[in-house]
């Protein structure tokens, strides 16, 4: 079974504090991508990674790819209520053609 | 450059109807993917397209659905005899196979309320 697993699921936070989201599967991705979604709209592209270890940064957010390339983190320091949102994690499977396959999702609220 | 575009955005249908949904991709991109999400689920794989070939179709589809794009352009999806479980957010992405990493570039999605 190809499944991408995320969490936590949900994460309340006050404003200004940091906080890690977790993705993890026992695939091994081409690629993985962290995209943000608001309600009634699609997701949004944050970032992709391609290469086992690789660490991307994008103003407060960090995203690390595992070195097996079967994991990934998302930090964000500093949140800020604008960071409310869906954060979602997607990997591209190698063996079956690219498909993007999906994790559920880590709903985040930051509390002003 | 304009992005995924989907419509209708939003569909009311009586159970029983057929639904067709449209999907124009960014231009220069060869892949083209259905998703479907229900509220504070991530999307669910549908079905992938590369050019004009239908390579996945997810086992999880029933017959009722169908999706075709017969020129390697536009993609549309097609729901028969709808039922109240076909009520979901359609998504449509897509992304070139010439491009490392096959980051997939997603539109607003197309509402469904099964009534």
């Known amino acids: 079974t190809q499944l991408l697993e995320q969490s936590p699921q949900f994460l309340s936070i006050q404003e200004g504090e940091n906080l890690t989201v977790y993705c993890n599967s026992s695939s091994v991705f081409s690629s993985l991508q962290w995209y943000r979604q608001e309600p009634g709209e699609g997701p949004v592209l944050l970032v992709t990674?391609?290469?086992?270890?690789e660490v991307k940064k994008l103003k407060r957010l960090t995203f690390q790819f595992g070195d097996a390339r079967k994991d990934s983190s998302l930090h964000i320091t500093a949140a800020q209520p604008g960071d409310t949102g869906l954060y979602l994690c997607a990997g591209a499977l190698s063996t079956s053609y690219d498909k993007v396959i999906f994790g559920p999702g880590t709903s985040l609220s930051v509390i002003p | 450059d304009t992005g995924v575009s989907q419509n209708p955005r939003h569909k009311i249908t009586k159970r029983g109807q057929n639904v067709t949904f449209r999907c124009d991709p960014i231009?220069?991109?060869?892949?083209l993917y259905w998703y479907r999400q229900t509220l504070g689920q991530g999307p669910e794989f549908l079905t992938y397209?590369?050019?004009?070939?239908?390579?996945?179709k997810s086992r999880l589809l029933s017959d009722r659905f169908s999706a075709e794009r017969p020129k390697g352009s536009f993609s549309t999806l097609e729901i028969q005899r709808t039922e109240q479980g076909d009520s979901a957010m359609y998504l449509c992405?897509?992304?070139?196979?010439?491009?490392?990493?096959?980051?997939?570039?997603f539109g607003e999605g197309s509402w469904l309320t099964v009534v």
């Open positions: 231009s220069e991109h060869n892949r």
């Open positions: 397209f590369q050019n004009e070939a239908q390579l996945e």
């Open positions: 992405a897509s992304s070139s196979s010439g491009v490392p990493g096959n980051t997939i570039y």
């Open positions: 990674v391609v290469t086992g270890g």
